[in-house]
């Protein structure tokens, strides 16, 4: 079966891109509006683009009044924000925060939510996040009607148990985050996990 994502299949793309490309990281976007106030949006369309320098990159799609998202006129104003973690335990909270607001109202609260300060940029973290990473904005890349920001990584704040200072690692058996599958309501668990030893 060939699906043709230039014509016939053109408008199914997203959900066949969607239940294709699986399972997908989850970015938990923190950003801070000009009134102060905190915003938390997630989203699916994310992951680590390199390490030198260490960079993310996600898609904050717009409304559906074409208008763009909170978390993407934040960051237009302030360059900074914050990627926190989704484990198993913020799920639920997670998914909360998915609820369209009006501009300006945080979802923390609604999602019983509480932040803590980050290091070297303005928005906070989210204190439940197993780890977040603190982000200043390389450049957002406008392609055709998605939007890319990349971020360049400059903190990292991890529960103290999922670092391994001997080794310099994360203890990937005690961080359970959750992934996105097939839109618009699946997600799955990260602990059935095999190892594979690269043979380069």
Not at 116 to 145: D, F
Request: overall charge neutral; some cysteine.
């Amino acid at each position: 079966m060939e699906l043709d994502l230039e014509g016939k299949h053109a408008s199914r793309a997203y959900t066949l891109l969607c239940s294709l490309v699986t399972p997908r990281p989850i970015a938990w976007v923190t950003t801070l509006g000009p009134d102060g106030v905190v915003n938390a949006a997630p989203f699916s369309f994310f992951n680590v683009l390199g390490a030198n320098p260490p960079i993310v990159g996600f898609c904050p799609a717009d409304r559906k009044d074409g208008t763009p998202k909170d978390t993407a006129r934040n960051i237009r104003l302030s360059h900074e924000f914050v990627v926190n973690l989704v484990d198993e335990k913020v799920a639920e909270a997670m998914n909360t925060t998915a609820t369209p607001l009006p501009y300006g109202v945080s979802e923390l609260e609604s999602a019983g939510l509480t932040t803590a300060p980050s290091s070297v940029v303005k928005p906070p973290r989210i204190a439940e996040s197993p780890a977040s990473l603190e982000c200043t904005e390389w450049g957002t890349l406008q392609i055709g009607g998605n939007r890319l920001v990349i971020g360049l990584v400059k903190r990292i704040q991890v529960r103290d148990e999922l670092f391994d200072p001997q080794t310099q690692r994360i203890r990937s058996e005690l961080l359970h985050v959750i992934g996105r599958m097939a839109s618009p309501h699946w997600y799955c668990r990260t602990q059935d996990r095999f190892e594979m030893k690269n043979p380069a």
